[in-house]
T-cell receptor, first 112, second 118 residues
Framework: QQPVQSPQAVILREGEDAVINCSSS?????VHWYRQKHGEAPVFLMI?????EQKGHEKISASFNEKKQQSSLYLTASQLSYSGTYFC?????????????FGRGTQLTVWP | DAGVIQSPRHEVTEMGQEVTLRCKPI?????LFWYRQTMMRGLELLIY????????DSGMPEDRFSAKMPNASFSTLKIQPSEPRDSAVYFC????????????????FGEGSRLTVL
């Protein structure tokens, strides 16, 4: 039930773009994205509740393909501050109310 | 406004000792989660409370782990007896229901309690 994230790690130069993918074997109710910097707590980025939904947060956006049970996080013109580990969290349809499964994370490093 | 407050931030103990981790959720949040983070297993949900009632504890590893939420502003996670494999960062998070009335809204995480069991 844990979603699968890819890639495991990404190294970018400032200004480059990246895509992080999250897929589940279960039918999904919602997808959450969080960013965690080293030694800190995960911080919420966005939640997608409906298939086809897209959202943006600064130059970070995400999409949710309900049929494919997938979500993607898009980081555009990356900044140094984007470095960290990105986690997707998924809530399965039919699972216990409130249960959120997190992927293993994608470590993003942005170099100047 | 204060965020989720966890204590202690760091705990080093010896195998067999009892460990108690504490959490104060954000005022007004009615859902509280305990997660464990390790390199090997990532972020694992241990237990989830809604309105102080445990809803899902299927993630609790074994009987050595117990969690309580005696009131809306306090929760504890206890490990007795502790083992080296319990070493991890334990996060507490709280949330309101999602705006759409769905299962989970935005989670606000505490700074975590780093546990080392020798």
């Amino acid at each position: 039930q844990q979603p699968v994230q890819s890639p495991q790690a990404v190294i970018l130069r400032e200004g480059e773009d990246a895509v992080i993918n999250c897929s589940s074997s279960k039918a999904l109710y919602s997808v959450h994205w969080y960013r965690q910097k080293h030694g800190e707590a995960p911080v919420f980025l966005m939640i997608l509740l409906k298939g086809g939904e897209q959202k943006g947060h600064e130059k970070i956006s995400a999409s949710f393909n309900e049929k494919k049970q997938q979500s993607s996080l898009y980081l555009t013109a990356s900044q140094l501050s984007y470095s960290g580990t990105y986690f997707c969290g998924t809530a399965d349809r039919g699972s216990t109310l409130g249960r959120l499964y997190f992927g293993r994370g994608t470590q993003l490093t942005v170099w100047p | 406004d204060a965020g989720v407050i966890q204590s202690p931030r760091h705990e080093v103990t010896e195998m067999g000792q009892e460990v108690t981790l504490r959490c104060k959720p954000i005022s007004g949040h009615n859902s509280l989660f305990w997660y464990r983070q390790t390199m090997m297993r990532g972020l694992e949900l241990l237990i989830y409370f809604n309105n102080n009632v445990p809803i899902d504890d299927s993630g609790m590893p074994e009987d050595r782990f117990s969690a309580k939420m005696p009131n809306a502003s306090f929760s504890t996670l206890k490990i007795q007896p502790s083992e080296p494999r319990d070493s991890a960062v334990y996060f507490c998070a709280s949330s309101l229901p999602s705006l759409a009335g769905g299962p989970t809204g935005e989670l606000f995480f505490g700074e975590g309690s780093r546990l080392t069991v020798l």
